[in-house]
C-alpha cells in the first residue's frame, strides 16, 4: 500500500455484538439475535442478507430479525456467552437451540453434516461436538424449529465455566448450500426437548 493511500477494506463477517443478548425472561431463558453472532461471510449479500421478521413470526420466534443464507458454501456461525455477565441460576442445566427454518427451494442439506460444537472454559477447555443432519426439517418448509445445538451445561459453584462457546458448521463438503432462515439462538434451562413453534 503507498504512503497516503486510505484502507477502505470492510471485513465480509459479520462480527458479535454481545450486547444485543436478551434475558432472562419468566421462563429463565436467554435469547441471542443475529447481531449477537459470528457469522462467515455474513456482511457479504451474495451469501447472507439481514431480514426483518413480521409480527407475527416475532411473538413466534420470539426474534425481531433473522438472516436469510441465499447460498453458501464455507458455513459457519459462532457465539460466546460470558458467564459471569449473565444472571444464570446455579445449579441449573442449559442447553442452546438454534431457531431455524428452510424456505421451500432450500438445497445442499441432503448429505451434508451440520456439526454442532459447544466449548466451556474454566480451569481447562471442554469440547464436544455432535454431527446432525437437518434434511429433516428441510422437509418441514417455511415452519421454525428449535434444534439442539451440542451439550448442555451446568451452572453451579463447584465448577466455575467463565465462558461458553458454541457454533454449527459445515466446512467439510463441496456443498453449496442455500434457503435457511435463522432467527437467532436461545439458551433454556433444564434441558428441555426441541420443539416445533407454530
Request: glycine content about 8%; aromatic content about 12%; overall charge negative.
Amino acid at each position: 500500500m503507498e504512503i497516503g493511500q486510505r484502507n477502505d477494506y470492510i471485513s465480509p463477517h459479520w462480527k458479535r455484538d454481545p450486547s444485543f443478548i436478551e434475558g432472562p425472561d419468566s421462563a429463565g431463558s436467554f435469547s441471542i439475535p443475529v447481531r449477537a453472532l459470528n457469522i462467515a461471510w455474513g456482511r457479504d449479500h451474495r451469501y447472507w442478507r439481514l431480514i426483518t421478521l413480521g409480527e407475527d413470526e416475532n411473538r413466534s420466534v420470539g426474534f425481531e430479525e433473522a438472516v436469510l443464507l441465499d447460498q453458501v458454501n464455507w458455513f459457519e456461525v459462532t457465539g460466546m456467552l460470558d458467564i459471569p455477565c449473565l444472571n444464570l441460576a446455579v445449579h441449573t442445566t442449559y442447553r442452546l437451540y438454534y431457531v431455524v427454518k428452510f424456505l421451500p427451494g432450500a438445497f445442499g442439506w441432503h448429505t451434508a453434516d451440520v456439526k454442532f460444537m459447544v466449548k466451556f472454559k474454566n480451569t481447562q477447555e471442554i469440547m464436544s461436538t455432535e454431527l446432525i443432519i437437518l434434511e429433516t426439517y428441510k422437509k418441514q418448509p417455511d415452519q421454525w424449529h428449535e434444534i439442539p445445538g451440542g451439550k448442555p451445561f451446568v451452572v453451579n459453584n463447584e465448577v466455575l465455566i467463565t465462558t461458553v462457546e458454541f457454533g454449527m458448521f459445515e466446512v467439510e463438503t463441496d456443498w453449496w448450500k442455500g434457503g435457511m432462515v435463522l432467527g437467532g439462538v436461545k439458551v433454556k434451562p433444564d434441558n428441555p426437548p426441541a420443539t416445533e413453534l407454530q
